[in-house]
């Protein structure tokens, strides 16, 4: 008999990635940057593969201190993985169980769509409310967990950590995960992020570099591939700004 893929993973649209530049150096599509690395990462990375031969820390703690200092953070509240995307996929299968109830605006982030059905989750969509999230409508939803995307993509819209605050006090959802991937755009950093909120132990903020309550961090050191982020990156890392 052939092996035969779960029936979520069947009906799964493969990811399309944005068209290439047709020269490196006008390429903006997905967001990346025609400037190349800094001076200082890449001799920073050019260092760091005399260690390459060894596995890397698999807690990444001098990257995890780091970013915790730069971002007032407790670093045991810090994990880092191989992109938000990779998050996603860690909290989906650490938190969703079959069948339950998954909130994102409409139209999501693509990931906040496909991951939760991946595992087999049910993702009730709220239509956004002049281009930015229905925060009251999405509390209403009955889910168990929710997705906010703060700056949305694809809008660009904003929605205040106030707002972000009485969502978690109103709604049903056990975990909020606001991915802060595009926060770097916004202006008044502070009063939009809902880092501070994460304290708190039921939100999850996902950045480039991630964020979450030490609870959840536990739960996701546990499940993640534990050498999953080599030591290039965590070099390139510790030398960047977050
Ligand atoms: C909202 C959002 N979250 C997460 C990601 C993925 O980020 P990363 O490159 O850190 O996996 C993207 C990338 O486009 C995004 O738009």
């Given at each position: 008999m052939r092996p035969t893929p779960r029936s979520a993973v069947e009906s799964l649209d493969p990811y399309v990635p944005g068209r290439a530049a047709e020269d490196d150096d006008h390429g903006l599509a997905s967001n990346e940057s025609w400037l190349g690395p800094s001076v200082s990462v890449r001799s920073t990375i050019i260092r760091a593969i005399d260690k390459i031969h060894?596995?890397?820390?698999?807690?990444?703690?001098?990257?995890?201190?780091?970013?915790?200092?730069?971002?007032?953070?407790?670093?045991?509240?810090?994990?880092?993985?191989?992109?938000?995307?990779?998050?996603?996929?860690?909290?989906?299968l650490a938190y969703l169980r079959p069948g339950r109830r998954v909130v994102v605006a409409d139209p999501p982030y693509r990931l906040h769509d496909v991951v939760p059905n991946?595992?087999?989750?049910?993702v009730v969509k709220v239509a956004l409310?002049?281009?930015?999230?229905?925060?009251?409508?999405?509390?209403?939803?009955?889910?168990?967990?929710?997705?906010?995307?703060?700056?949305?993509?694809?809008?660009g819209t904003v929605v205040p950590a106030?707002?972000?605050?009485?969502?978690?006090?109103?709604?049903?959802?056990?975990?909020?995960?606001?991915?802060?991937?595009?926060?770097d755009f916004v202006e008044n950093v502070d009063r939009q992020s809902a880092l501070p909120l994460a304290r708190e132990g039921r939100l999850v903020v996902l950045r480039t570099f991630s964020n979450a309550s030490a609870e959840v961090v536990e739960v996701l050191r546990r499940v993640r591939p534990p050498f999953s982020?080599?030591?290039?990156?965590?070099?390139?890392g510790r030398n960047s700004r977050t």
């Open positions: 060894r596995y890397p820390d698999p807690l990444a703690t001098e990257l995890r201190q780091r970013i915790g200092r730069e971002l007032d953070v407790d670093p045991e509240q810090i994990v880092v993985a191989n992109g938000s995307d990779e998050l996603i996929y860690l909290l989906c991946l595992f087999d989750g049910d409310r002049n281009w930015v999230h229905d925060l009251p409508a999405m509390a209403e939803a009955q889910a168990d967990i929710a997705f906010i995307c703060n700056p949305h993509n694809p809008t106030e707002a972000v605050k009485a969502f978690i006090d109103q709604s049903s959802s056990t975990l909020t995960i606001v991915d802060e991937a595009y926060i982020v080599n030591s290039l990156a965590q070099a390139a």
